[in-house]
């Protein structure tokens, strides 16, 4: 793809932990949030839609069909962009993007421009947000990175409770274009989410040592060396399968309700259920994983999670009253809230932060095709059989098929990584820099060992943020 300066983080400094990095985290908690929810939250509208151009149900839902598809689908475009632009520059193009995505959409007046501007251009936006954002939460957070990623993981359900009832508000007030129009002006808030996606520098280097850094930093736009790794390889595998089932209960759990004899509003009481569970669930799923003696069998919890939520398919397809769904929605909630807050803790941890750009936009690339089959495959299931219980159990089945090949896979094929090479490397480099240094005259010659124990003495110098000009706030 060609070599260019990345902006990757720079090698040899320390994750802050802190400081700036809650800063970054609030604008991550605020992108996942409208990336994952505005799909959901957009089919308020359908109605008033449906009625304006005169089309089906299911032509509106293509808009969150198309919505969730670029999200995913365009994670190799992002993870370029990224590599070649850096993470502010691409989020607050994205932030623009999705703004002028349903502002343009106000003023359609067929179904296919909304597509186009609603879903296809909005879509990207967020795309362009979301992937950066976990890249720059990756880099400012290391120790506390599973309860980071719990914490920002909490946007989704967060937002969902949130801009669901604020869009129905938005089209009793305005009506649909009005409501479009409010919602792209929201989305100008990418924007500042961005801005606050400061990098991180080493604290004090000579000209030379700059130098000498800049051509370490140089790699390919995307870099397909991450399917050399057989964990990054079957974790791909496995979320490709889950993402097959994972998403199809809390579509049909609504229907489900409705078919049993229950009112409209009851039967969606039941995501509100859900919702509710899943914002507690994913932050405290990340205290747990950051834990000293679990932090290292990360992807186990992670299995134990989606076999935890498959289980709950499982058991969800026997429910026969309000009751029994009510009791799934509340342990659906949980293990789907565990799931969020793991799957991008896990992979962060298989590939490293070199290498997190390129492996993110991979593996939404692979989860596109997936969460595209899912739900529809689903629906001619139901449609087929006439029953909802086999809809619950061919998504356990899939779910748990997912947690069985990340754990076995895991556990026969991989081969524990022994840290030491880990720590030549970075002696290594280190000294190399050192050597750099020595050109010039005022430079001391300090071993690589010393200038390690230096580090580990002075962790608070590490991982400074850039504040000149160009780059603040």
């Known amino acids: 793809m060609g070599a260019v300066v990345a902006d990757d983080g720079p090698s040899g400094v320390k994750a802050p932990d802190g400081g700036w990095g809650w800063a970054v985290l609030f604008g991550c908690f605020i992108i996942t949030g409208f990336s994952y929810a505005f799909p959901k939250a957009v089919s308020v509208f359908f109605k008033e839609l449906i009625r304006e151009f005169g089309i089906g149900y299911s032509d509106t839902a293509w808009i969150s069909s198309i919505l969730l598809a670029m999200l995913y689908g365009t994670g190799p475009l992002c993870s370029v962009c990224v590599n070649r632009f ?55 957070f290391d120790k506390r990175r599973p309860l980071a990623n719990g914490l ?23 009506g649909w274009r009005g409501g479009f129009l409010i919602l792209g002006g929201m989305l100008l808030n990418c924007c500042v989410c961005g801005a606050l996606m400061r990098p991180l520098e080493p604290p004090k280097k000579s000209e030379a040592t700059k130098e000498a850094a800049e051509k370490k930093v140089k790699k390919k736009l995307l870099d397909f060396s991450v399917f050399k790794d057989g964990g990054f390889v079957i974790y791909t595998l496995a979320a490709s399968i889950m993402v097959l089932g994972l998403f199809v209960p809390p579509v049909f759990v609504v229907s489900y309700a409705k078919d049993l004899g229950y009112p409209d509003t009851k039967a969606a009481f ?28 990360c992807v186990y919890l992670f299995s134990f999670a989606m076999i935890f939520n498959g289980f709950t398919d499982l058991m969800g397809s026997m429910s026969v009253d309000y009751g029994g769904l009510v009791v799934f929605c509340i342990f659906f909630g949980i293990s789907y809230g565990m799931v969020g807050a793991l799957q991008f803790e896990v992979l962060m941890a298989i590939v490293g932060t070199q290498k997190f750009s390129s492996a993110i936009g991979l593996v939404l690339l692979a ?31 899939e779910v748990t098929t997912s947690a069985l090949v990340l754990a076995l896979g895991n556990f026969f094929c991989i ?11 970075e002696a290594a480099e280190r000294e190399e820099l050192n050597k750099s240094e020595d050109k010039t005259p005022e430079d001391a010659k300090v071993d690589s060992i010393e200038v390690e124990q230096f580090l580990k003495d002075e962790p608070e110098k590490n991982g400074e943020v850039v504040t000149n000009p160009e780059t603040c706030v």
């Open 86 to 140: 850096g993470c502010r520059p691409v989020m607050l193009v994205g932030g623009l993007f999705a703004s002028m995505g349903m502002v343009i959409a106000s003023f359609c007046t067929s179904i296919v421009q909304i597509y186009l501007t609603a879903g296809v251009i909005t879509g990207l936006g967020l795309a362009l947000n979301f992937q950066p954002s976990l890249i720059m939460l990756n880099r400012y």
């Open 152 to 174: 920002s993981a909490a946007g989704s359900p967060v937002f969902l409770c949130a801009l669901s009832p604020l869009g129905q508000i938005l089209q009793h007030a305005y």
């Open 270 to 297: 039941l995501l509100t259920i859900l919702g509710f569970i899943d914002i507690f669930a994913r932050p405290v799923c990340g205290m747990v994983a950051g834990l000293k003696w679990v932090r290292p069998r």
């Open 367 to 397: 989860e596109a095709m997936a969460v595209l089959i899912g739900p529809p495959s689903a629906g001619k299931l139901l449609d087929a059989t006439g029953r909802y219980m086999f809809v619950f159990i061919t998504a356990g089945i």
């Open 415 to 425: 081969k524990k990584k022994s840290e030491e090479p880990h720590t030549k490397e």
